[in-house]
């Protein structure tokens, strides 16, 4: 278990700084510049040394901030996060604990985040903080229902709420050609669960200067920025359990196919960030409930139908 | 009903567009340069401090050291000294201080020779003051030596002392 915890810690921070870099490079080729070229082989040590320097700051605490709560808060977003990879099956023998309600503990514990940055915006005590942290809630909640929904018409299929059993459903085909529809679905929630841009008005900079982490400097920024990249992680292997059959693949080991897949997810998700401008509040929710909520619920109607009829 | 999915599918037509317009930049070459390492080729219309023409013929300047530049100059920010060798006039010492130039453009429309020209030099850069006073003459010899040619010799006046001041004392 102490080796388990120590990989994913590795596996977190490893997974964040190339993400990091990831997603700067993405940033860069798509506005025809090279991006972080100077430390390391094009750039590749560049977050390590930004995380250095995050570790060397300073850490203030603003006057009249609500102090046990602005304490608590990256550490309430952090640790659900390493929750997450209990259950996360990253090759058939690669599980740390393959438990019977994989699923539903994913989406139990990623709806922490959301009481965390209500603490972080709520404590702040600063305007922008708790507006951030309001759309925040406003949106998770809105966005979680279709996520669930969709999730939901998979595990019909499947019967188990099992990972490794999702993903020995897919011998023969991925869930992805059978349901395109959930897959679209459950790709747009996820941008907006991980508050990724074009849903990142938690954070939007232009309005909110940082939105919930405003007040926050040093590590306890850092680590509100490592949750946000670990969360990007987590909801793309869930994706690729439910949708792009796991581990399976051929020739290379099931843990690289794995890995691709996940990868190939966040590109997806980096690229939405690069190509769409951000949506207006009452956009985005009216998307959600007038859009997603009502497609989630006929793709369930239809799937159910179907495993009923054939 | 039937606008509903409209709306729906021609939005999401228009996130899929943006979507091909952003891969396609993706994977294009890069515009970039890597400043200090690599370096573009300036246009020659690019109009950096003045500096004298080399003249390809004879693989000196046209200089005749008559000071009109000095005086046009708005800045006065133009030095220039020549001595009389053979009743033809040189210049020994043709000096910008570019602190104050304008890039008006005035010195080089009114040299009598055309003598002068702007220069593709935009790497400017310096700790004081002094670093942004240029030797025009000093400039042509490296030039010169570009093409392996030796300093400009200075020019000596045959008899008496017939140095010209042409610096303005305004
Ligand atoms: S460009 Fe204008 S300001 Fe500059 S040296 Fe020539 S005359 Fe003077
Ligand atoms: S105007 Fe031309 S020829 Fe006369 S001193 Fe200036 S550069 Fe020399």
Redesign the interface.
């Known amino acids: 278990m102490i080796v388990a915890l120590i990989g994913v810690i590795a596996l977190v921070s490893v997974n964040a700084l190339f993400l990091i870099w990831m997603e700067r490079k993405?940033a860069?080729?798509?506005?025809?510049?090279?991006g972080p070229?100077e430390v390391g082989f094009h750039g590749a040590l560049q977050t390590v040394a930004d995380a250095i320097k995050l570790i060397g700051k300073e850490l203030i605490t603003p006057e009249e901030v609500d102090r046990p709560i602005y304490l608590l808060a990256p550490i309430v977003i952090f640790l659900p996060v390493l929750v997450l990879f209990l259950v996360i099956p990253f090759a058939p023998n690669l599980i740390i604990r393959d438990l019977n309600v994989g699923i539903l503990l994913i989406f139990a514990f990623s709806s922490l985040t959301v009481l965390s940055i209500l603490m972080a915006g709520w404590s702040s005590n600063n305007k922008y903080s708790v507006f951030g942290a309001i759309r925040s809630i406003a949106q998770n909640i809105a966005y979680e229902i279709p996520l669930l929904i969709t999730a939901m018409s998979i595990i019909l299929m499947v019967g188990s709420f099992k990972l490794s059993a999702i993903v020995a459903a897919q011998d023969k085909v991925w869930f992805v050609v059978i349901q395109p529809l959930a897959f679209l679905l459950y790709i747009i929630c996820a941008t907006a669960e991980t508050n990724r841009a074009p849903f990142d008005i938690p954070e939007a900079e232009s309005e909110l200067v940082a939105g919930f982490h405003t007040e926050y400097s040093g590590m306890r920024f850092g680590l509100f920025f490592l949750a946000e990249y670990t969360n990007m992680f987590v909801v793309s292997a869930v994706a690729t359990v439910l949708f792009l059959g796991g581990w399976r693949g051929w020739i290379l080991p099931p843990v690289v196919w794995f890995l691709i897949k996940v990868y190939a997810i966040i590109f997806l998700i980096m690229?939405?960030r690069?190509?769409?401008p951000r949506l207006r509040f009452d956009q985005l929710i009216s998307f959600a409930w007038k859009?997603l909520i009502p497609l989630a619920f006929v793709n369930l109607l239809v799937t159910a139908l179907a495993i009923k009829l054939f | 009903m039937v606008a509903y999915f409209r709306e729906m599918f021609v939005g999401l037509w228009s996130l899929v567009a943006g979507m091909a317009v952003t891969i396609r930049y993706f994977v294009r070459p890069i515009v970039t340069v890597q400043y200090p390492r690599q370096k573009l080729t300036m246009t020659p219309k690019y109009r950096g401090h003045i500096e004298l023409i080399m003249d390809p013929e004879t693989n000196t300047h046209r200089c005749t050291a008559c000071g009109m530049c000095v005086r046009t100059c708005p800045s006065s920010l133009i030095t220039v000294e020549g001595v009389k060798v053979k009743k033809k006039k040189l210049p020994v010492k043709h000096v910008i201080d570019y602190s104050y130039c304008s890039l008006c453009g005035l010195c080089v429309e009114v040299c009598p020779t055309k003598a002068l020209k702007f220069s593709n030099e935009y790497r400017l850069a310096g700790y004081q003051r002094q670093d942004m006073v240029i030797d025009l003459m000093a400039r042509l010899d490296a030039e010169r030596a570009t093409v392996g040619l030796p300093p400009l010799p200075i020019p000596t006046p045959e008899s008496e002392e017939e140095t010209t001041s042409a610096e303005e004392k305004a």
């Not at chain 1, 860069?28 to 090279?34: E, G, S």
Request: aromatic fraction near 26%.
């Open positions: 993405v860069a080729h798509i506005q025809l510049r090279p070229m690229w939405f690069w190509t769409f859009v």
